[in-house]
T-cell receptor, first 113, second 116 residues
Framework: QKEVEQNSGPLSVPEGAIASLNCTYSDRGSQSFFWYRQYSGKSPELIMFIYSNGDKEDGRFTAQLNKASQYVSLLIRDSQPSDSATYLC?????????????FGRGTSLIVHP | GAVVSQHPSRVICKSGTSVKIECRSL??????MFWYRQFPKQSLMLMATSNEGSKATYEQGVEKDKFLINHASLTLSTLTVTSAHPEDSSFYIC????????????FGPGTRLTVT
């Protein structure tokens, strides 16, 4: 079982809709969770991080964390074509006394006009 | 804030030569930096974790004698690809973890290596 799982997509949504991206993880001891956006040919860019159960909002983005169910999600409201990218979920997984960032394979999001 | 630079952004070298890539955290101190490799349409692959003042920790399957990592200061880590071969051609990305915050990491813009 992979440590961080994401549906590879593509997820296609119309402009203005809400895009919902999901991620599950295997390590119950994980404490910190991140969402990155990666455009084709570019490096990842940090969008949000979340540490506590519940919702965290930043502009059009909302991260949701449920540690009991071991999932974290990202909602993008009023999706724009410029949001079309691959979204990477990352979880700091315990390894040998430290926390190592572990990435999912990413979900491709397509926002069509 | 939280800017990470990488140099060079693109390099073409001949097979058998060595290439050094620099990663710098410009406005924060980073005790830990990470080196990733990404092939086209594939996910990020962590190669090694670089800690300032100590030896890097390499992921399984990554040859430490081929990918030399040095983290000499809190703002600079280097990756040297020794005796490069065409199969080493890839997108190399570093990231730095801000020691003053809670474990988020910031990525450099990446280095595209082509070995001919």
């Amino acid at each position: 079982q992979k440590e961080v799982e994401q549906n590879s997509g593509p997820l296609s949504v119309p402009e203005g809709a809400i895009a919902s991206l999901n991620c599950t993880y295997s390590d119950r001891g994980s404490q910190s969770f991140f969402w990155y956006r990666q455009y084709s040919g570019k490096s990842p860019e940090l969008i949000m991080f979340i540490y506590s159960n519940g919702d965290k909002e930043d502009g059009r983005f909302t991260a949701q964390l449920n540690k009991a169910s071991q999932y974290v999600s990202l909602l993008i409201r009023d999706s724009q074509p410029s949001d079309s990218a691959t979204y990477l979920c990352a979880v700091n997984i315990r390894s040998g006394g430290s926390y190592i960032p572990t990435f999912g394979r990413g979900t491709s999001l397509i926002v069509h006009p | 804030g939280a800017v990470v630079s990488q140099h060079p952004s693109r390099v073409i070298c001949k097979s058998g030569t060595s290439v050094k890539i620099e990663c710098r955290s410009l406005d924060f101190q980073a005790t830990t930096m990470f080196w990733y490799r990404q092939f086209p349409k594939q996910s990020l692959m962590l190669m090694a974790t670089s800690n300032e003042g100590s030896k890097a920790t390499y992921e399984q399957g990554v040859e430490k004698d081929k990918f030399l990592i040095n983290h000499a200061s809190l703002t600079l880590s280097t990756l040297t690809v020794t005796s490069a071969h065409p199969e080493d051609s890839s997108f190399y990305i570093c990231s730095a973890r801000n020691m003053g915050t809670s474990y988020e990491q910031y990525f450099g813009p990446g280095t595209r290596l082509t070995v001919t």
